[in-house]
């Protein structure tokens, strides 16, 4: 079965800083795609960015950026130039190619410090 | 942009009853998911309901729970007969398509917290 595992309930980073949000997951499928979402307080999660795990480069969105080590089963979030509106909680997700479901890591609560 | 809304955002209930948790999905999307996060627990894939039928379903999703598009606009999850262990958030989402699941990928709403007292 597949699992997805954030190890990190909480990180704080100073605004302008760099965070690494750190996500592991467990499959022995080859066709997958992994996902970062955000929640900020009260409001729905949106998409940060998405990886296709056949794709080697590294996905980046902006100030948002992945490190994807497929061997190692790990999807890190790494966020330059962070901002207050980037607290949040920030979970991690898999979803296997042909199924409807994505699974979810328990989430990082991102705060950031002015 | 749009957003799939939920409603209620907080709803309490005494056990044994029924509840229903709506929501209104993106409006040219096909695909409707739910989930659910009980609290410092992972978010959980509850089923996935497509063209009115349920496309996907979890272990968690027992004759207990059943999902409805009573209309074009609204998706709902009935709870039959709450249990305390009901209580978490239960999340909606949606998707225009579930083909390539990564490039289609899945709106969620803000949540419903249920509380099961």
């Known amino acids: 079965a597949q699992t997805v595992t954030q190890s990190q309930p909480e990180m704080s980073v100073q605004e302008a800083e760099t965070v690494t949000l750190s996500c592991t997951y467990d499959t022995s499928e080859s066709d997958y795609y992994l996902f970062w979402y955000k929640q900020p307080p009260s409001r729905q999660m949106i998409l940060v960015i998405r990886?296709?795990?056949?794709?080697?480069q590294n996905a980046t969105e902006n100030r948002f950026s992945v490190n994807f080590q497929k061997a190692a089963k790990s999807f890190s979030l790494k966020i330059s130039d962070s901002q207050l509106g980037d607290a949040a909680m920030y979970f991690c997700a898999y979803a296997l190619s042909g199924t409807y479901k994505y699974i979810f890591g328990t989430g990082t609560r991102l705060k950031v410090l002015a | 942009e749009p957003e799939v809304t939920q409603t209620p955002s907080h709803q309490v209930t005494q056990m044994g009853q029924e509840v229903i948790l709506r929501c209104v999905p993106i409006s040219n999307h096909l695909y409707f998911y739910w989930y659910r996060q009980i609290l410092g627990q992972k978010v959980e894939f509850l089923v996935s309901?497509?063209?009115?039928?349920?496309?996907?379903k979890s272990e968690i999703f027992d004759d207990q729970f059943s999902v409805e598009r009573p209309d074009g606009s609204n998706f709902t999850l009935k709870i039959r007969s709450t249990k305390l262990e009901d209580s978490a958030m239960y999340f909606c989402a949606s998707s225009r398509s579930q083909k390539q699941i990564g490039k289609n990928i899945q709106y969620f709403g803000a949540g419903t917290r249920l509380s099961v007292l």
């Open positions: 990886q296709e795990a056949y794709k080697q």
């Open positions: 309901f497509y063209n009115n039928e349920i496309s996907e």
